[in-house]
Every structure is written in C-alpha cells, then in structure tokens.
C-alpha cells in the first residue's frame, strides 16, 4: 500500500474542509508513457487492495490484467483503510475527529481522487469501472473530469441513491446510534451497533432465495441456535473485526449525497445524456439494494451503452461472487 499526503486545505461539498488529506492506494502493473490506465473505485467497506477482493476479475487471468494495463485503485476518503478519515488525527486538535469529522459526498471522494491522479502523472484513463458505491464514483468522475475518462464500466449500480437506499441507511445507522456507547470518543465506539448495520447489510446484499436455499436447517424439530442466525451473527462479528462504525456511518451518509443531476439542473437523466464514453452497465437479475432496472433506465439514458444481465442468486453480493462471469463480459466488451 502507498500513501499520498496533500497537505493543503482539502475543500469539501458542504463548505467544510479538512485540514489536508492522506489518501492510501494499490497500483498493479508498471506506469509508462503509453500505459492503458484502468482506475477501479471500491464499494462501501472495501480498500485499495482490489486484487485481494475481487478475485476472478483483476489478475493475470482475467480482464483486468496488471501485465498488460496500469491499474489504481484508492481507498476512499472516510474509510479506514489508510485514507484520512474519522480515526484521523487532526492536525488541528492533535486528536482522532471521531464524532467531528465533516458530512463528505461522493464528490469529495471524486475530487481526492482527482488529486492523487494527478499526482501519479496519468493524463488519460483508459477504462474507468465500478460496483454499487463505487458506480457512483466513476459516474461523477467521469461527469468532473469528461476529457480524462475514456471508457466507463459500471456494476449494480445507480445514478441517484434511490429512497429505498436511503431508508437502508438511515436504519443501520439507527443500529449504531442506539448502541449506548456510540457517543464515546473510542475506536470501539458503535462496535455492537456496527454488527446490527451490517445484519441489516446482508438482507439487502442477499435475498430470500439464496437465504433459503443456503441458510435453511435439515432439523426440523430445533427450537434454537438455527443456521440462519448464526450466519447472520457471523457475517456482523467478521466486519467488526475489520471495519469501524464511525467510518460506517460517515460512508452510509455519503452513499445517501448521490445525485448526477445535484448542481446541474437538478436532472440526473439529462446528466447521463451528456456522458459521450463507451459504457458497459453489467445489472444483476437478484439485486434488490439497486435492482436491473436502475440499470436499464441508465442505459435508456447513456448515449452509448451496453447493459448486460447476469443471471445469479446472489442478489447485489453477485457484482463480487459473480467474478468469472463479470471478468468474461468484460473482456467480450472491450475486445469489440
């Protein structure tokens, strides 16, 4: 993992700024004049490592191959893996800001983003992608910074944050607020409430299919302790252990900003039919966090795109589970 500091004063959306900004990030493969620049922009609890995450897609037998194109990918910023956000100590108080840290939106996250490209010295990306959260960053990217990006690849994902998103948010971060040591001014805080957020998570990143096909006890006769329970128990222990419920909170805050349309006229349809690049849109037919047709109603919006339906059960969790498919399309795509 690298760092790049920027030690001036980072302006933010809500007309709050930060006091500088360090933003972590992976490359894969060797930058030249002449490299081909894939820039990946991560989803919610996800960091820079996308080869570690996103298996079946980046590596040197899929579409994203670091021996043929310069890849990046950057933390982003609120998180807490590396880039600045509420675990940061601020320069000013000498102290983590913790319940301090300033609203962030998703062009925050763009504009860091922009700074660290520049910093790399990449005039030009050849392919910009991204899935559910991180769709949005490569679609304000791409709206910011239109002369830069040449192609777009965007999974499950939307141009507004849609009212049910919202309501999904605004219920995990009830979890974290109800947990009575939220208001403590420690890593730990929010800890107990961070597992039920993500209980909440895992309803809408599944589904009641793969629920049931997956989770369903063979003993009848238990009155306790069923699969089901424990599998959801495991999955809020597991991010406890690697994620923290003040940057949750913050990045569920920022997912809610999500509007093309924001500072433009208001229209995020009119917006998407300004967006001239060669887009795939890849939807997943078991999303209900952002369904097929927050992807069919941007295709009908994109002047250039290709939407591709892939069956799967694995509800909006298939934009990862679903590797090999993912990597397949895009090869096809980009080799025509």
Not at 88 to 106: C, K
Not at 232 to 240: A, F, S
Request: net charge negative; proline share 4%; aromatic share 10%.
């Amino acid at each position: 993992m690298k760092y790049f500091h920027f030690h001036q004063r980072f302006p933010l959306e809500s007309g709050q700024s930060l006091p500088g900004i360090t933003i972590a990030y992976h490359t894969y493969g060797t930058f030249q004049a002449d490299s081909k620049v894939i820039w990946i922009c991560h989803a919610l609890t996800a960091n820079s490592d996308v080869a570690d995450w996103w298996k079946g897609v980046v590596g040197s037998d899929y579409a994203v191959n670091p021996e043929k194109y310069f890849i990046v990918c950057a933390n982003i910023l609120g998180s807490c893996y590396g880039s600045t956000g509420p675990l940061s100590v601020n320069p000013e108080t000498g102290h983590p800001y913790y319940h301090d840290f300033p609203l962030i939106t998703i062009r925050d996250m763009v504009q860091a983003h922009i700074l660290l490209r520049k910093h790399l010295g990449i005039d030009s990306i050849y392919l910009l992608m991204g899935g559910s959260m991180g769709g949005y960053q490569a679609l304000e990217w791409c709206v910011a910074e239109k002369e830069v990006i040449q192609r777009l690849f965007l999974l499950a994902t939307s141009p507004t944050e849609s009212a049910w998103g919202i309501a999904v948010h605004a219920t995990q971060r009830l979890a974290i607020e109800a947990d009575s040591t939220w208001p403590e001014s420690s890593p730990q805080a929010g800890s107990k409430g961070l597992k039920a957020a993500r209980a909440v998570g895992m309803l809408t990143y599944r589904n009641y299919g793969i629920m049931v096909k997956q989770q369903t006890d063979t003993d009848g006769e238990k009155l306790d302790d069923y699969r089901a329970a424990s599998y959801i128990n495991y999955q809020g222990d597991k991010l406890v252990k690697r994620f923290n419920a003040f940057s949750y909170w913050t990045l569920t805050k920022a997912m809610d900003t999500h509007h093309l349309g924001r500072g433009r006229g208001g229209n995020a349809e009119t917006v998407l039919q300004s967006i001239q690049q060669k887009t795939l849109l890849i939807g997943i037919s078991s999303d209900i966090l952002c369904p097929l047709e927050e992807q069919r109603h941007m295709q009908s919006h994109l002047p250039h795109a290709t939407l591709v339906e892939i069956d799967s059960s694995y509800g909006h969790d298939g934009f990862i589970v679903e590797g090999a498919k993912i990597s397949q399309c895009l090869q096809n795509w980009l080799n025509d």
